[in-house]
């Protein structure tokens, strides 16, 4: 896979309130800087496979989906592959029916048992459709599952789920590694940990030699289930890779402020950042 065919796009860089909140008039939600309007946190990996095919990879479907992939221009889904069952990672699985539509193919979405258990319960139109009132315009999903340690190959990425913390619940992270040796200047491997408020010992050995991380960074006061500002750097300075973007930002983190203050190499993620092919947005 030639570097030049691998970009990764950030989706949503939000909380699950999404920035701007509703109803709030702080400086943040009335900000005229675009990258403090956060849609909820998910991303895109898009790439050309080896037989020249374009791919696209969901991480995570969040409820604005629908609004980030046309603002993306993103056309075609070919695996969905989820950290976790809470609302504001889920609830957009339903407008992947298009892409059903436009590629006349089914997807594979790939979750731990946890959360596909979830994922069924919750569309049970999608995965009970024979079971609806009237004939349906639903997706076409093939549920595949995941344990934390063991790589899914796919289209010429391996991608390697691997355990986070997010409060009491375990959820999923990925690290995404090419099949072959990558390219010195790539931005792989690169490795996604949203909705952390900590990572155990276990999976940061899974994080050597990440050269791309995105991180979990929700605002400066304590938070059960997500990391602070000065928690989110600490790790970040732990796993130490090439560079760093934090995600899943309330509305309490002001892009310009907050990201002037980081230290060299790690910097704040905003809707819309690509990374890996051309130049960044």
């Not at 009970?128 to 790589?151: K, W």
């Not at 960074?217 to 059960?224: D, K, S, T, W």
């Not at 289930?225 to 973007?245: K, L, N, P, R, Y």
């Not at 934090?246 to 993620?269: K, N, Q, T, W, Y």
Request: with cysteine; hydrophobic share 40%; net charge negative.
């Amino acid at each position: 896979m030639p570097e030049s065919a691998f970009e990764f796009i950030v989706l949503g860089s939000g909380t699950s309130a999404g920035v701007p909140a509703i109803g709030c008039d702080c400086a943040t939600c009335c900000s005229d800087d675009p990258r403090d309007v956060r849609t909820r946190t998910s991303a895109a990996a898009c790439f050309t496979d080896s037989s020249g095919r374009e791919r696209v990879l969901l991480l995570d479907t969040s409820p604005d989906l629908r609004q980030q992939v046309l603002r993306e221009g993103i056309r075609r889904c070919d695996g969905i592959f989820y950290t976790h069952h809470h609302v504001d990672h889920l609830f957009g699985l339903d407008e992947v029916r298009r892409f059903n539509a436009v590629m006349k193919e089914p997807i594979p979405i790939h979750a731990e048992s946890r959360s596909m258990e979830h994922v069924r319960r919750v569309h049970p139109h999608i995965f009970e459709s024979e079971r609806n009132a009237n004939p349906s315009f639903v997706a076409t999903l093939l549920p595949h599952l995941l344990q934390p340690g063991d790589p899914v190959e796919f289209h010429g990425l391996k991608i390697t789920p691997f355990r986070v913390d997010h409060g009491r619940l375990p959820i999923l992270g990925f690290r995404l590694d090419h099949l072959e040796t990558p390219p010195v200047d790539s931005i792989l491997p690169l490795a996604w940990c949203t909705d952390a408020s900590s990572i155990p010992p276990e999976s940061l050995g899974l994080l050597d030699g990440v050269r791309t991380l995105f991180l979990d960074m929700l605002r400066h006061r304590h938070h059960p289930t997500h990391m602070t500002v000065d928690q989110a750097v600490a790790m970040a300075s732990e796993i130490g890779a090439g560079e760093t973007w934090f995600i899943h930002m309330a509305h309490e983190i002001s892009h310009a402020e907050v990201d002037a203050s980081l230290p060299e190499g790690m910097r704040l993620a905003w809707d819309g950042l690509r990374l890996g092919a051309g130049p960044r947005k």
